[in-house]
């Protein structure tokens, strides 16, 4: 599967993005589909991840209430609707495919495949 992600973009403090996280070459029905971060001088952090059969989500606790991660079935896309963003959450985005449903959503490593990522930057 390839995963191509986009939406980023240069917002101010309380503001909006909506990232998506588009598929191609195989149905996401077997899939976990989880974005993570990454900002200059940082591990990566895991964000939020989506089974893609049940729908069940997961959230890393300083997103929780201001991210929602959601799927749209017949695009085969993954959304990250991030609201009240704020300057913490400046980084690249990635997406990842987890096929399988392998171990713990926040793991990367039990990710199989990564998009290229996308650059989030919010000003103050």
């Known amino acids: 599967v390839q995963l191509q992600a986009y939406g980023g973009g240069v917002v101010q403090a309380g503001g909006s993005l909506r990232l998506s996280c588009a598929a191609s070459g195989s149905t996401l029905s077997s899939y976990r589909i989880g974005w993570f971060r990454q900002a200059p001088g940082k591990e990566r952090q895991f964000v939020a991840a989506i089974n893609w059969r049940g729908g069940s989500t997961y959230y890393v606790d300083s997103v929780k209430g201001r991210f929602t991660i959601f799927r749209d079935n017949a695009k085969n896309t993954v959304y990250l609707q991030m609201n009240s963003l704020n300057v913490e959450d400046t980084a690249v985005y990635h997406c990842?495919?987890?096929?399988?449903?392998?171990?713990?959503?926040?793991?990367?490593?039990?990710?199989?495949?990564w998009g290229q990522g996308t650059q989030v930057t919010v000003s103050s």
């Open positions: 990842a495919a987890d096929w399988g449903y392998s171990g713990s959503s926040s793991n990367p490593y039990g990710y199989d495949y």
